[in-house]
């Protein structure tokens, strides 16, 4: 459990940038990026080196890919599907924002439901969610303006989500969603804008780096 706290931390220290990878952890004085703000490895003298081009669009994409908990692949067919799709929409950065925010573990998460979205992955991943009454166990499925998520009667017994109704007291969802914070049952009211997602990345540096 330590290694994998220390392996996600490690990631936000190489990009130099908050990730929040680790939940309530990040927002603690425990969080790797305030302790050691700098690049782990072994302390060395200091060089000076010049960011390459190619470079800065890695770290950004890298950014992004893993604020999503994204494998390459996955993040990599997402920015395929918007380049394929430039010209026939208004604003490629919104619609490919809209799509990772679209995804259910992003949406479990963004509901306070899951203190991360590693976690809001596991939790998808071991059936705890309906989307329209129905069981999803897949992170990717895409929700909605309309849909409901609720969690499984039987999930509702667990300990974790009896402990969420006090949790979530103070706790306010972004504008698209709405959360009856008693039930755990929730509705898509709108749709993910990239103003309300905030992405920690420049999203023109991404395509740029996959159309090389």
């Given amino acids: 459990m330590l290694s994998t706290i220390k392996s996600k931390c490690k990631i936000c220290r190489r990009l130099n940038q908050k990730l929040f990878l680790k939940g309530e952890r990040c927002l603690s004085p425990k969080c790797a990026l305030v302790k050691k703000p700098y690049v782990p490895g072994p302390k060395t003298k200091k060089r ?3 960011i390459t081009e190619y470079g800065r669009e890695l770290a ?4 992004l890919k893993k604020w999503y908990n ?3 692949k996955q993040f990599r067919n997402y920015v395929l599907d918007v380049l ?19 995804r259910l573990d992003n949406v479990v ?5 899951a203190s991360s979205r590693i976690q809001a992955r596991q939790l998808v991943n071991h059936s ?14 895409k929700i909605q303006k309309g849909d409901k998520i609720s969690v499984k009667p039987s999930s509702l017994k667990l300990t974790y989500f009896q402990g969420l109704k006090t949790s979530l007291k103070n706790y306010e969802t972004q504008k698209w969603l709405k959360l009856n914070k008693e039930t755990l049952e929730a509705e898509v009211i709108g ?14 540096s991404i395509f740029e780096f996959y159309t090389k």
Avoid: W
């Avoid at 998460?109 to 439901?113: A, M, P, V």
């Avoid at 705890?128 to 499925?141: A, E, M, R, T, W």
């Avoid at 804008?193 to 920690?200: D, G, H, K, L, M």
């Fill in 70 to 72: 994204l494998r390459e």
């Fill in 84 to 102: 394929g799709k430039r010209g026939k929409m208004g604003d490629a950065s919104s619609y490919f924002i809209k799509l990772l925010e679209s």
């Fill in 60 to 63: 950004e994409k890298q950014k």
């Fill in 128 to 141: 705890h969610f309906l989307v329209n009454g129905k069981g999803v166990d897949i992170p990717s499925c």
């Fill in 191 to 204: 749709e993910p804008t990239i103003e309300t997602a905030n992405p920690p990345a420049e999203i023109s």
């Fill in 48 to 50: 000076i080196s010049k």
């Fill in 109 to 113: 998460f963004r509901l306070g439901l």
